[in-house]
């Protein structure tokens, strides 16, 4: 069975600060990986995605994230926070089918 | 260029109603899906398509059917609505073909109170 923990519900951060969110998942091949953010009342968009090559991968909005096969992770960063992050971030494993398992979201808030 | 539209956006049930969720994507992708989303849990998957005249079960399918209706439509039908169905639904579509901009294209959801 597939599945993502995402530790993290809620982090705060100051305006430019660093941001990492945390995922771990588990899958029994060779895993699809995303990241989705969703801001207040609006459905998700997609920040990046990884299915193989490079592990570190470059999304929108300036994120990035690394899949780390040993330690089954797929951590997202952004070197400096904006306002506008605040939101809530999903992480999702699956296959080529698309059949996602999200994790349960942490809730990002910017400080000014 | 809409993507993937759902009505209504909210909706209000008693115990025991029925009603079908719409969705359509102008996309002319072949995969669809229906997502639902609760406080603390993420998006879990209700029913999926992979294509005109096919549906599966995805995690969490009891309560609810689906019918592919053509290759834009794919409808969420709750038949008696209960309080536990009480969630924003998400609908997605895909095109799943290597190379075409592979990801999940999600409507901008439903928010359904059953009481």
């Known amino acids: 069975a597939q599945s993502v923990t995402q530790p993290d519900i809620h982090i705060t951060v100051s305006e430019g600060a660093s941001l990492e969110l945390r995922c771990n998942y588990s899958?029994?091949?060779?895993?699809?990986l995303f990241w989705y953010v969703q801001s207040p009342g609006q459905g998700l968009q997609l920040l990046l995605k990884?299915?193989?090559?490079?592990?570190l991968v470059q999304g929108i909005k300036g994120f990035e994230a690394e899949f780390k096969r040993s330690q089954s992770s797929f951590n997202l960063r952004k070197p400096s926070v904006h306002w506008s992050d605040a939101a809530e971030y999903f992480c999702?494993?699956?296959?080529?089918?698309?059949?996602?398992?999200f994790g349960a979201g942490t809730t990002v808030t910017v400080r000014a | 260029n809409a993507g993937v539209t759902q009505t209504p956006k909210f909706q209000v049930l008693k115990t025991g109603q029925s009603m079908t969720l719409q969705c359509a994507q102008d996309?002319?992708?072949?995969?669809m899906y229906w997502y639902r989303q609760d406080p603390g849990m993420g998006l879990r998957l209700i029913y999926y398509?992979?294509?005109?005249?096919?549906?599966d079960k995805g995690e969490v399918p009891n309560g609810y059917n689906v019918s592919r209706l053509n290759k834009r439509e794919f409808s969420l039908r709750l038949e008696s609505a209960a309080p536990s169905q009480t969630s924003v639904y998400f609908c997605?579509?895909?095109?799943?073909?290597?190379?075409?901009?592979?990801?999940?294209?999600f409507g901008s959801g439903t928010q359904l109170s059953v009481l």
């Open positions: 997605a579509s895909s095109v799943l073909e290597p190379g075409k901009n592979e990801k999940l294209f």
């Open positions: 999702a494993v699956g296959s080529y089918d698309y059949k996602l398992s």
């Open positions: 398509s992979a294509s005109e005249g096919t549906t």
């Open positions: 899958y029994g091949a060779t895993p699809y």
């Open positions: 990884y299915f193989s090559g490079d592990t």
């Open positions: 996309m002319n992708h072949n995969s």
